[in-house]
Every structure is written in C-alpha cells, then in structure tokens.
C-alpha cells in the first residue's frame, strides 16, 4: 500500500517565496509533518513524494529519518497531473494508493488506519470527508447573495483519497480537465461512487497565512483525531 503525496504546487495564495510545503512550521518545513503523520501508519509500505522537476527547496532539508520514502520530480502544472505522472511512475503495481495533500500536516495516523480497514475491500475506494456544517450561500455578481444552498447531504472532501493505481491512472487520463479537482471527482466521472470516510475537523488543509497559525496549535495541542 502507497501514500503519495503532490507536492509540485507554488503555494500562491501564500504570497510567499518559498512554495508552501516548505514554510516553516513548528521549526520544521510544513510537509514534514505530513510526512511524520503518514510514517507511523504501519499498512502503508512506501510514501512516494511527486515534487517539480525545478525545485530548488527540497534538497535544502534531510529527509533521511523517513525510510520508506522516494521522490519523484515529476510534477506536472496541475495537482491532477502531478498525481497521475506519478501514478504512471508507479505502473506494474495494482495496489490501493492514498493520495494526501502536502498541506494537510495534521493528518491522525489512526485515522487513517481505519480508513484502510474500511475500505480495503470496497469495490471503488473512498475518501476522507466531514458534513457540512455551515450554511452555504451561493454568490451573484458583486458579491451579492443569489439564495442560499441546502447543506443536506453535503460533505467537505478531504485527503487522503484511496483508490487502486491503475483506476485512478486511467481515470484521470481519460478525465483530466479543470473540473477534476481531486482523486473522487475523476472516479465519479467514470460513474463510479467512492464512499465517504468521516474525516477531522483537525485534518486543515493549510491554504492561506493564518492557516499555518492554527496548524501550529492544532499540532501543539495534539488534538488531531
């Protein structure tokens, strides 16, 4: 079983120099801590790391503590085919991969474990994902409210996403486009249904300044589950 991480992308609402999976966080760059999170699940036997071929900052940081891990630097210019050129790299192999994002650093790794145990034998794979919580408005033009949206039903995707290489592969090679926003969207596009995991409120997808802040407190606390 495979974790992979795209980690190819600039981080640009970061508004920093550095790609975000790089900002230092707790003393230590931001995907380290995903990294420690998905070393200590003991189903998974290689975490595969798709970087840019450009990237001037991961060779600046040892990695050595993490044993399982390769690195591959082919990442594409969008997150889908930065996964899928890794998918590619990983061909001959029809295992389960959990695709994560870099930027979730708080990510339980008993969580994931039993996500594993619950979808380990499920015919499509799933993902991690919590309710909707708030009420959702949908926006017309100057940002006026149109109406607001029913939240019944819906969920907020998180990573990671499990699925089997070679139908993830195909999926988003014949699928790829804007609309496929993560791993599920191209599965679905097959008319496939991957089931929903309930995921973490703690699981933060750090997109935005202030969201290093509240990793660092959530890592702080230990409050991941």
């Keep these: 079983m495979i974790a992979l991480i795209p980690a190819a992308g600039s981080g640009s609402r970061m508004a920093s ?4 999976q790089y900002l230092d966080l707790a003393g230590q760059p931001l995907i380290w801590h995903t990294l420690s999170a998905l ?3 003991a189903e998974l036997d290689q975490i595969v790391v798709v970087i840019s071929p450009e990237d001037e900052w991961w060779d600046s940081f040892d990695w050595c503590e993490f044993k399982r891990l390769e690195v591959l630097r082919c990442g594409g210019a969008s997150r889908a085919e930065s996964v ?4 590619l790299a990983l061909q001959g192999s029809d295992d389960w991969v959990l695709v994560h994002d870099a930027a979730r650093p708080c990510l339980d790794p008993a969580l994931v474990s039993q996500m594993i145990v619950e979808l380990v034998n499920h015919p499509v794979g799933g ?3 919590v309710p909707v919580a708030d009420t959702l408005k949908l926006a017309q033009a100057g940002q006026h409210i149109a109406h607001t949206h029913p939240r019944e039903g819906l969920w907020q995707a998180q ?4 699925f089997r290489i070679a139908q993830l592969a195909h999926a988003l090679t014949i699928g790829m ?3 496929i926003t993560d791993e599920a969207s191209a ?3 097959l008319g496939l249904q991957p089931k929903l995991v309930m995921g973490s409120p703690w699981n933060l997808k750090v ?7 509240l990793a660092e407190l959530i890592l702080a606390a230990g409050r991941l589950g």
Excluded: F
């Excluded at 899928?84 to 998918?87: A, E, S, T, V, Y």
């Design 17 to 20: 120099v550095a790609p975000k």
């Design 39 to 41: 070393s200590k699940v």
């Design 84 to 87: 899928l050129n890794g998918l």
């Design 127 to 129: 993902i991690l994902a």
């Design 159 to 162: 990573t990671p996403q499990m």
């Design 177 to 179: 486009g804007p609309d």
């Design 187 to 189: 599965l679905e596009k």
């Design 207 to 213: 997109t935005y300044p202030q969201d290093l802040r």
